[in-house]
């Protein structure tokens, strides 16, 4: 089993920045293909952006491309997302996924997940 809590989520006016952390225990991490998702009121889980185990590769939503940037670090069981130029598009709740294999787009094939953290961005 892999256990996620993500932080750093909070209220930022438009333009600001935001670096979201997904803290991981349980299994070795480091084997995981790991993912952000984010989740308006009302609408869908959406994908955000995904890095491979060895995060020798990533993968942007176009709607992100550019502004947000993930990282991980191994060693700490921890992956982050920082989160620049920021919208009040962006204004979500922020989830940390995991899944063994390769990086994925779809919510459905990740296996494990945090509790979410919310990300509100004022105009």
């Known amino acids: 089993q892999v256990q996620l809590v993500e932080s750093g989520g909070g209220l930022v006016q438009a333009g600001g920045s935001l670096r979201l952390s997904c803290a991981a225990s349980?299994?070795?991490?480091?084997?995981?293909?790991k993912a952000w998702f984010r989740q308006a009121p009302g609408k869908e889980r959406e994908f955000v952006v995904a890095i491979t185990w060895s995060g020798d590769s990533t993968y942007y939503a176009d709607s992100v491309k550019g502004r947000f940037t993930i990282s991980r670090d191994n060693a700490k069981n921890t992956m982050y997302l920082q989160m620049n130029s920021l919208k009040p598009e962006d204004t979500a709740v922020y989830y940390c996924?995991?899944?063994?294999?390769?990086?994925?787009?779809?919510?459905?094939?990740?296996?494990?997940w945090g509790q979410g953290t919310q990300v509100t961005v004022s105009s």
């Open positions: 349980g299994r070795i991490f480091s084997h995981y293909a």
């Open positions: 996924a995991a899944r063994v294999g390769m990086a994925q787009s779809s919510p459905d094939n990740y296996d494990y």
